[in-house]
């Protein structure tokens, strides 16, 4: 039988697999452009690391480290989506927690009529704040390797692919790291006004449109699972 703790013990171990798999491939990145010692300190890919007399000041420790820690971060968002659909198959859409579908139940257990809910979601108001605090100051270039790389470890997961085809993932993923790792991580000068306005124009344009999108998807399926008139 599948539960919520089997699907969490599922996503706790595909995040160990995956998150060996990226930083294996940031290692061999790292050591193909000579950068030995840094692939010998990087966190979860070395069983024994040594401590140097690192210079924690010394600028390529500190991309390596963040960079790790961004590709953890890759990993845990990938394992978070899958959790998340292998829940709403099996266990149903109301099983997740802040869903559409979590909130009609409630409501409707709650004994709200449901015409009261369609006259009360009108009035809802959300105001998406958008902010450039200093630590968030990625290049636009680094934002859209982070998109590639995610993008991979999807493509990875499809059983399709034979080992040809894998070890060919596994070479344009090393390809981004090399790119990351030669572009940086975050501006050495302050973003101008014109690169701000155009990172929100990203936003305005690709990214909220389709997120509407999909909460209006969601919400509408949500309707339909809560049993309530489809009008």
Request: hydrophobic share 40%.
């Amino acid at each position: 039988m599948i539960t919520k703790t089997t699907l969490e013990q599922e996503g706790f171990q595909k995040i160990k697999q995956d998150l060996l798999f990226v930083m294996s491939a940031f290692k061999e990145m790292l050591t193909s452009l000579g950068e030995q010692d840094l692939a010998d300190v990087l966190p979860w890919i070395n069983e024994t690391v040594s401590a140097p007399s690192w210079n924690l000041s010394d600028e390529r420790l500190a991309q390596a480290l963040g960079m790790s820690f961004e590709l953890l971060n890759l990993v845990e968002e990938n394992t978070a989506t899958q959790f998340r659909r292998k829940t709403e198959t099996h266990l149903g859409l109301d099983a997740i927690r802040g869903s559409w579908a979590e909130t009609l139940r409630v409501w409707r257990e709650a004994g709200i009529d449901p015409k009261d809910m369609v006259d009360l979601l009108p009035k809802i108001n959300v105001m998406p704040v958008l902010t450039a605090h200093p630590t968030e100051a990625k290049r636009v270039t680094t934002l859209e390797i982070h998109r590639e790389l995610y993008m991979l470890l999807v493509k990875r997961e499809n059983p399709v692919w034979s080992t040809t085809e894998r070890a060919g993932i596994r070479a344009e993923m090393i390809a981004l790291l090399e790119r990351w790792w030669r572009t940086g991580e975050i501006y050495l000068e302050k973003p101008s006004l014109e690169s701000e306005r155009n990172n929100l124009m990203h936003y305005f344009g690709q990214v909220f449109p389709e997120a509407l999108r999909l909460t209006d998807e969601r919400l509408r399926a949500a309707w339909g699972v809560a049993g309530f008139d489809a009008e």
